[in-house]
């Protein structure tokens, strides 16, 4: 079946405008992760979604940061006033239940900001 | 809070030679560690995983074993070949936040 999904593959930007990412996780998977990996690096948690809670967002590096989950399906995250900090590959993951399966990673999104 | 530490960061081995990797986790009540595979340009992908009530798991030549009391688990990978080579991470999910937090991963290098 599909994995996850996300779009667009790449994007590069100018410093200063707005980005949307996007993820479509595999269908049923109620729980979806966003993890930051900057050049070389780890994986960095972002923000989490699981049904219908109040995502965790303990993990977003500044307000200019936000996601959201609609229908508990699709998820964007959405950068505004891009800087050069943010380019990296922005990963999402989803997984079936929330007590511990395996996470399902989509390809990412590589963001450059020039 | 809520801290995964991996080590080493690098590892370069002989092929055929074994391969380890530690991790050590912050939350006592973390119930789940799964390894991730992640090939130059590619997504993250589970090699392997344990759960809390399991010493030990093994896969053809891959193994993870599990200390909860030492709360440390490690990543075992024998005869290893050129395509072992990639960075590995290590992660812990905390059952409290339902979160999965990732090592800061381990660059294998297997010389032919």
């Known amino acids: 079946g599909a994995g996850v999904s996300q779009s667009p593959s790449n994007k590069v930007t100018e410093k200063g405008k707005d980005v949307e990412l996007r993820c479509d996780p595999i269908?049923?998977?109620?729980?979806l992760y966003w993890y930051r990996q900057s050049l070389g690096q780890g994986l960095e948690f972002l923000i989490y979604?699981?049904?219908?809670?109040?995502?965790?967002k303990s993990g977003l590096p500044s307000d200019r940061f936000s996601a959201e989950r609609t229908g508990g399906s699709v998820s964007t995250l959405t950068i505004q006033r891009t800087q050069q900090e943010d380019s990296a590959v922005y990963l999402c993951?989803?997984?079936?239940?929330?007590?511990?399966?395996?996470?399902?990673f989509g390809q990412g999104t590589r963001l450059t900001v020039v | 809070g809520e801290n995964v530490e991996q080590h080493p960061s690098t590892l370069s081995v002989q092929e055929g030679d074994s391969a380890v990797i530690k991790c050590t986790y912050s939350d006592s009540a973390s119930n789940y560690f799964p390894w991730y595979k992640q090939e130059l340009g590619k997504r993250p992908q589970l090699i392997i995983d344990?759960?809390?009530?399991?010493g030990e798991k093994k896969d053809q030549r891959i193994a993870v074993t599990l200390n909860k009391t030492a709360k440390h688990f490690s990543l075992h990978i024998t005869e290893t070949q050129p395509e072992d080579s990639a960075v590995y991470f290590c992660a812990a999910f905390f059952s409290g936040t339902y979160k999965y937090i990732f090592g800061t991963g381990t660059r294998l290098k297997v010389l032919a």
């Open positions: 979604f699981q049904g219908n809670s109040a995502p965790d």
């Open positions: 993951a989803s997984s079936l239940v929330d007590r511990g399966t395996e996470a399902f």
């Open positions: 344990i759960r809390s009530n399991v």
């Open positions: 269908s049923g998977h109620t729980a």
